[in-house]
């Protein structure tokens, strides 16, 4: 769910009677996961995006925002609308909303490592905090590419996360586990550190009866660096091009 900025409801249409359209993209998305026979899926995506303005001031013209309660009862209805008759499992709000929404799904994330195909060899990296959680997460990611593995680099500081996946790479696959400061430009890089924080942080709805929404700037790391910013924006491009049909 996100914002469609400089835009108004089509005319006549009255979206707080009939509610935000939700589309489906035409196209799914491929993606490896996990280990075993069925760890291909497509990943499947509806979204809908609300005007920026709900119309304009009659004496003077100019765009009006809509009232913080009604935008909210409007994305509210859709993501309903979208769980009951789409049974979509996942919900992820664009930051802009105010709205934290799930976290990022794995599929979304397999996909985004999906495109960056073919590569023998990847740099990854996660926080010390997510132990063995945030370590079975990425390995989910990884399996699928690793009987062809050349070489993996961890990305910071030695730390229990790392001397984990050390011992199970090479255990598993014979995989010596190197280590950077950084990811060279144009490396695959899964970057599950700050999964969460940067580029992932919301800028909660003003207060106040008007809701007003702040546009972010996204600025691009490259490709294959598939972090939390770079997996939104790689949604946002795709919902943003157009590759869709109207679904209600």
Known sequence: MGIAYGAYPEPGERLTRAGLTVKKLERGFPYLL???????????????????????????????????????????????????????????????????????????????????????????????????????????????????????????EESGVFLALESWLYGEFGIITGRAEKAPPGEVWLDLKGHGEEGCQVSRAQDGAVWEPRQRSVRSRGPGHINCRETLKFLDTAVKNGYNTKVN
């Open 34 to 156: 996990g280990d075993g026979p069925k760890n291909a899926g497509r990943l499947q995506i509806y979204h809908t995006l609300l005007p920026e303005y709900c119309g304009k001031a009659f004496f003077t013209g100019k765009p009006k925002y809509w009232k913080k309660e009604t935008a909210g009862r409007l994305l509210v209805q859709a993501k309903e609308r979208a769980m009951d008759q789409w049974d979509c499992r996942e919900q992820l709000w664009a930051p802009e909303l105010g709205e934290k929404g799930d976290e990022i799904p794995p599929e979304l994330w397999a996909a985004c490592l999906y495109r960056c195909r073919p590569f023998d060899r990847i740099f990854v990296s996660l926080e010390e905090e997510e132990g063995e959680y945030g370590l079975r997460r990425m390995l989910s990611l990884l399996l699928p590419y690793l009987p062809r593995m050349r070489q993996v680099t961890w990305v910071g």
